[in-house]
């Protein structure tokens, strides 16, 4: 066979191991299936062996890891079903049909659990938009989510985005969907009962996407961009009646199990459901309805068509499905049956075309533990003192350009895009510390953000990746949300390189570390490697998704001031760190230092506190103190509120790095006078350092450091030059 294996991405030695398992050599569409079922997107065999140190388990949790999404009890007989996945590969090719299949993709994994999807999220990393392929990706990956989102009528309600020129060559796109289901109607992918039918319900089978989840398993080259037919073709209308179809036909038992047809398509569908239920599978590859003539087993087993499932029916109830999905004018064809021996079975022209062990596939896959070595650059890039620098004469011109940096400034270019009203349920929309989405006919909500420092997690995977939790549950909490799941989207460059998995190990020991204290726990996610381009890698960005519960939604924050006179209030330390800030990138160029340090106690100290002054109605703002530090975290307050800021600092440290240091566990709210006493007194019982630093006024942004005023510039000044930097730059030539 002239070592095609090798071209599929398979490894002599997994060649061999297959011809054991098979105690034969395997033909060309055994090969294939073999190849996408192996490869790192579908076996995770780099990755799984640390993935078992994240906590998975708790009192809400229904469903973990291993299923098509993650279930949470929120009470009253609902649940929170989530799930975040990468589209980095497809998105860096053809990033209008890669970011819109990316969304697509995340919805159906959630409507698949019998759940309505309720929002999305994207998390987004990009090159600095300084040239015109990067501005060409920036501009079509945000079209392509705002395209399938909008038609499909789900709203786009938050997020992040990064620039950054680690990611120039390979852009990060996240996609994140949270649906609600009642609990007695959740759906699994467990196929049982011999002889039950096997359909394909929604889209015709075409050729796009045919190697996608091998293509996601690579670097990209140059030679890259010739494999633009990995990349599928996404029809939201078509989703649509596919969502709209499936739960309606979830309102009968006729379903025994159903899963989405996604990377890996018709093999991987019908193999995990085989395998998580213990049964085998045959399939008549001539009943599949297709889209384009001549199609071989090979392509209709690894097509990766959009809007399409797979489903377990009970036997004679076939016509019940048709008549639903007629309905809603989709295809729904039986093509198969479940069998008791194990085998999957594909048939086409009344001949066996390949026939493998079904947990051959999904269990036998090969799993690796790469060695790891720390980089030999990190002790060079941690080394930074504040005496290399000079500290700026000019206050106000530092400030105005770091609230303007691309990380800090407004994202509202981006985010106008989407439709984030759609369901009329978004009660805080992009923009804030975290979503927040009504549940209709209850008193509840669900906060919802996505979170990771990059940088950090360059300088420091073990730290960063606590810092992604810790901050992604810390803005939850800002808006009054008690954090209760995390979905993980862990995005690395090549694994089989010692200083790359060194990275992802110690990602994994610090989200595990961050989850465990904070208690709460990872129910699902994704691992996204081989994220280089022409050999460099990405920055290690372990992207954090996470829901929190309101019990009730009349008892929110927000971050914007709300009245003048209002005490601003800092609670938390600030310790000077300055090392990997967005200050030190900004204004002096510099990716070095020790990264802000974490003390998980406090961090949870400082949530908990938040949470019992939002429930008290004590405040009426809160907003964490992160990227830019305090005098960021302040600028942003007083913007979205139209106020401004009269602020007295007392310090030790030099003015910058009183303004913006990045320490943890720090934020800013806002009260009246009247309840000062009982804040500090709450403060002082949860042990969080609690400091009035000033009050809120009409306009202004005024700081005195050490009795020295340092800052003194109009909010509009401000404004202007936070709201406009990315139009900006995407507008210009």
């Known amino acids: 066979m002239e070592k095609i294996w090798r071209k599929l991405g398979l490894t002599d030695e997994e060649y061999d191991k297959i011809v054991s398992i098979l105690k034969r050599e395997p033909n060309i569409t055994e090969l294939g299936m073999y190849s996408v079922m192996w490869s790192e997107h579908c076996a995770y065999k780099n990755s799984k062996p640390m993935l078992k140190y994240l906590p998975t388990k708790g009192e809400r949790v229904i469903q973990g890891p291993g299923e098509n999404a993650g279930v949470l009890d929120i009470g009253d007989n609902l649940a929170v079903v989530m799930k975040i996945e990468s589209h980095n590969h497809p998105s860096a090719i053809e990033p209008y049909q890669g970011a819109a299949t990316g969304v697509g993709g995340i919805i159906r994994d959630i409507f698949t659990m019998g759940a309505r999807p309720i929002a999305l999220l994207d998390s987004l990393r990009f090159g600095l938009p300084d040239d015109k392929r990067t501005k060409y990706i920036i501009e079509n990956v945000v079209a392509g989510i705002a395209g399938y989102g909008n038609c499909i009528g789900i709203p786009t309600v938050g997020g992040d985005t990064y620039f950054d020129d680690a990611y120039k060559g390979n852009p990060l796109v996240n996609a994140m969907c949270v649906g609600i289901v009642e609990k007695d109607k959740i759906k699994k992918g467990v196929a049982k009962g011999i002889g039950n039918s096997v359909m394909v319900v929604g889209a015709t089978t075409g050729r796009d996407g045919i190697g996608g989840a091998s293509f996601a398993s690579q670097e990209l080259s140059e030679e890259s961009e010739e494999k633009r037919p990995s990349v599928q073709v996404g029809d939201p209308f078509m989703e649509k009646l596919l969502l709209e179809a499936c739960l309606e036909l979830f309102e009968t038992d006729a379903v025994v199990a159903i899963q989405d047809m996604g990377a890996a398509g018709l093999t991987s569908s019908s193999c995990e459901m085989a395998s998580r239920g213990g049964v085998g599978m045959e399939l008549d590859l001539d009943k599949v309805p297709l889209r384009e003539e001549g199609m071989t087993p090979y392509e209709i087993m690894l097509s990766e068509s ?321 990227e830019g530090g305090f005098a960021v975290a302040l600028v ?98």
Request: aromatic share 8%.
């Open 306 to 626: 959009q809007e399409r499932m797979l489903v377990v029916v009970q036997k004679g109830r076939e016509e019940e499905v048709q008549k639903v999905f007629k309905k809603w004018g989709l295809n729904a064809a039986t093509i198969g049956k479940i069998t008791d021996d194990g085998m999957l079975r594909v048939i086409k022209g009344g001949k066996v075309v390949a026939e493998v062990p079904v947990k051959s596939l999904t269990e036998d896959a090969p799993q690796y533990v790469r060695e790891a070595e720390v980089p030999a650059w990190k002790e060079e890039v941690n080394k930074f003192s504040i005496d290399e620098i000079k500290c700026p004469e000019d206050m106000n011109k530092t400030l105005k350009d770091v609230i303007s940096s691309f990380n800090i400034t407004n994202k509202e270019w981006i985010y106008s895009q989407y439709d984030y009203m759609v369901r009329t349920d978004t009660v805080i929309g992009p923009g804030m510390d975290a979503a927040v989405v009504r549940i209709k006919g209850t008193k509840k909500a669900i906060a919802l953000t996505t979170d990771c420092n990059g940088r950090y997690c360059y300088l420091d995977p073990y730290n960063g990746s606590q810092i992604a939790v810790a901050e992604a549950a810390r803005n939850l909490c800002m808006v009054g949300a008690k954090p209760i799941g995390v979905t993980d989207c862990l995005n690395f460059g090549n694994p089989e390189k010692k200083e790359i998995y060194w990275q992802f190990k110690n990602s994994i020991f610090g989200i595990a570390k961050a989850c465990e204290t904070l208690g709460i726990p990872v129910v699902s996610g994704n691992v996204s490697f081989y994220n280089e381009s022409e050999g460099s890698a990405i920055y290690p960005t372990p992207v954090i998704g996470m829901a929190g519960l309101i019990e009730d939604v009349s008892k929110i924050c927000t971050m914007d001031f709300k009245e003048e006179n209002d005490l601003i209030i800092v609670l938390g330390e600030n310790k000077g760190e300055i090392g990997g800030s967005e200050y030190l990138k900004v204004y002096f160029g510099i990716t070095r230092g020790q990264v802000p340090q974490i003390d998980l106690d406090k961090e949870k100290r400082l949530q908990v506190l938040v949470l019992k002054l939002i429930e008290e109605k004590l405040i009426k703002s809160s907003h964490d103190i992160s």
């Open 636 to 733: 942003e307050s007083a913007i979205l509120g139209k106020k401004g800021a009269k602020i007295s600092l007392e310090t030790t440290f030099r003015e910058d790095v009183e303004l913006f240091s990045e320490s943890q566990s720090r934020a800013i709210v806002t009260a009246n006078n009247s309840n000062l006493e009982r804040i500090l007194d709450l403060a002082h019982k949860y042990q969080v350092p609690a400091k009035v630093v000033g009050h809120v006024t009409a306009k202004d942004i005024v700081i005195d450091v050490n009795r020295k005023r340092v800052i003194d510039i109009p909010l509009e000044v401000l404004e202007e030059s936070w709201r406009g930097r990315i139009k900006w730059e995407m507008e210009a030539n």
